[in-house]
């Protein structure tokens, strides 16, 4: 892998990890036409570091008032007591299923899932389920209800998007556009919806980034190179992740996620018939 190639693969990554369309599929489409050898190896999912530090970066001070309000709970023997200690404990109870899930069926979804063909149903069939959220969310607005913010999220809240965050672990499902949907299927508006997935996704994506950096230890730092790019890359996916999750959160106070809606059917599609016909393997 060239450096310029690293680059481009941050780009992407930053681009598509937080919005609803798989990053996944997205670097799998990428790397085969760059024509590497094994578009399936680590650095797909180590590169995901760099958009962690972004989201670190970007809630950085709600992320502060979590600990100090978790701190406080501790020194005077409380448990969740107040908003910001309440949401770190559903960041950990959201957690719960998806490293269950991960540890469980990790040789399943690796040798079984990451295929092409599962990458492409999976964009198709998780954007029909994105767009029964949606209607339903625009249901509940005619009627007054435009959704409520992440600070009144509850606990069953947290337990839903836990559960869906399980869902992402099927390739090119979305982790971003799994949660967002069951925000709005909890019934919180799509910039909360967003802004909660991305706190909660916070465990999981340092867990599965860390995990699989360190077992492909040796594949990915086997050169010098190979540690350049993946510093590069990671690099250039947090600053561009930084900058598409402020989009994203804005864009969703204004407008639907039917646009996605309708990319993530054409990427599917797209991606079926590039396998169909030996274009990508």
């Not at 990554?13 to 050898?37: C, D, M, N, W, Y």
């Not at 990451?114 to 005619?142: C, D, M, Q």
């Not at 909360?192 to 990915?220: M, N, Q, V």
């Not at 992740?241 to 599609?269: D, E, H, M, N, P």
Request: proline fraction near 2%; hydrophobic fraction near 55%; charged fraction near 15%.
């Amino acid at each position: 892998m060239s450096l310029w190639e690293a680059i481009l693969l941050g780009v992407i990554q930053g681009l598509t990890e937080f919005l609803p369309i798989s990053s996944t599929a997205h670097l799998l489409v990428a790397r085969q036409f760059l024509g590497h050898e094994n578009p399936r190896d680590a650095f797909t999912t180590a590169i995901q570091l760099g958009t962690l530090v972004a989201v670190f970066v970007y809630f950085r001070s709600d992320l502060a008032r979590m600990v100090r309000a978790v701190l406080l709970d501790l020194r005077n023997r409380r448990l969740a007591t107040s908003t910001e200690s309440r949401l770190f404990w559903m960041m950990a109870v959201a957690t719960v299923p998806v490293v269950a899930c991960g540890l469980a069926f990790k040789d399943f979804i690796k040798g079984t899932l990451y295929n092409t063909p599962v990458i492409g149903l999976a964009a198709i069939v998780f954007s029909y389920l994105l767009l029964t959220a949606e209607v339903l969310a625009r249901r509940r607005a005619k009627q007054g209800d435009v959704g409520r913010g992440d600070e009144r999220a509850t606990w069953s809240d947290a337990i839903l998007v836990g559960l869906f965050q399980t869902l992402a672990l099927i390739p090119g499902a979305s982790r971003s556009g799994v949660t967002i949907t069951a925000g709005l299927f909890a019934g919180m508006s799509r910039a909360a919806a967003a802004r909660f997935s991305f706190l909660l996704s916070l465990p999981s994506i340092l867990g599965a980034g860390l995990y699989d950096t360190y077992k492909d230890r040796h594949e990915i730092f086997h050169t010098g190179s190979d540690v350049l790019n993946l510093v590069v890359g990671a690099a250039v996916a947090g600053a561009v992740g930084y900058w598409s999750i402020g989009w994203l959160i804005g864009f969703l106070k204004r407008y639907s996620t039917y646009g996605f809606i309708v990319y993530r059917l054409a990427l599917g599609a797209a991606i079926l018939v590039l396998w169909q016909f030996a274009v990508l393997r």
